[in-house]
């Protein structure tokens, strides 16, 4: 039982490469949402999807997009990385039904020089 | 409004001690306020969620102390131990479709052997 499984763990890019951070759920749940971790700043909400095909802006949306074709996969792409997306990504998931716990991954540490 | 405050950043307390870590709200259609608990080079997990039905939830060693007039709520772990030391962050949701949920910006907990 994986549950929530991030690849890769660990990444380091240049500033204005390109690269995509995977997600996937066993759990067939039907929400999905990626985080931001920064120090001090808690979990910042980038984009989530609430079905298979849709997907929604969150709180920090700005030079991530990200696609759900299949209902288990999140994935969630920079197109020309920046210093300041230096961070921890996580990936969580949650069934439909309301105030159901979210499910987190361990984390993609990600560092841009 | 769509801020959970959180305190202390950072917390010490010996091993038998009582851990107290605080947050507040201004957003009152909020009406799910779990707290989640992460070891280093880990995702959040689950630890106690409570609803504003009820002002206290108990789950072993764990309380959950809910002010609703106040629009605060605290975790309470009782008779610390060190395999407790870990990030705690503070959480609410609105009770949408999206299940989206605002972090605190975390506690970091030590407890001393």
């Known amino acids: 039982n994986a549950g929530v499984t991030q690849t890769p763990k660990f990444r380091v890019l240049k500033t204005g490469q390109s690269m995509t951070l995977l997600c996937a759920q066993d759990m067939n749940h039907e929400y999905m949402y990626w985080y931001r971790q920064d120090p001090g700043m808690g979990l910042r909400l980038i984009h989530y999807s609430v079905g298979e095909g849709t997907t929604a802006k969150g709180e920090v949306p700005d030079g991530y997009n990200v696609s759900r074709l299949k209902k288990q996969n999140f994935l969630l792409g920079l197109e020309s990385a920046a210093p300041s997306q230096t961070s921890v990504y996580f990936c969580?998931?949650?069934?439909?039904?309301?105030?159901?716990?979210?499910?987190f991954g361990d984390g993609t540490r990600l560092s841009i020089l | 409004q769509q801020q959970v405050k959180q305190s202390p950043q950072s917390l010490i307390v010996q091993k038998g001690g009582i851990s107290i870590i605080n947050c507040a709200y201004e957003?009152?259609?909020?009406?799910?306020f779990p707290w989640y608990q992460q070891f280093p080079g880990k995702g959040p997990a689950l630890l106690i969620a409570?609803?504003?039905?009820?002002s206290e939830k108990k789950e072993g060693r764990f309380t959950i102390s809910f002010n609703k007039s106040a629009k605060q709520f605290s975790l309470h772990i009782m008779d610390s131990q060190p395999g407790d030391s870990a990030t705690y962050f503070c959480?609410?949701?609105?009770?949408?479709?999206?299940?989206?949920?605002?972090f605190g910006q975390g506690t970091t907990l030590q407890v001393k052997p």
């Open positions: 957003n009152t259609a909020f009406d799910y």
């Open positions: 409570i609803r504003p039905d009820v």
């Open positions: 959480a609410a949701s609105a009770g949408s479709n999206t299940g989206k949920l605002i």
């Open positions: 969580a998931s949650r069934p439909g039904q309301r105030h159901q716990p979210q499910h």
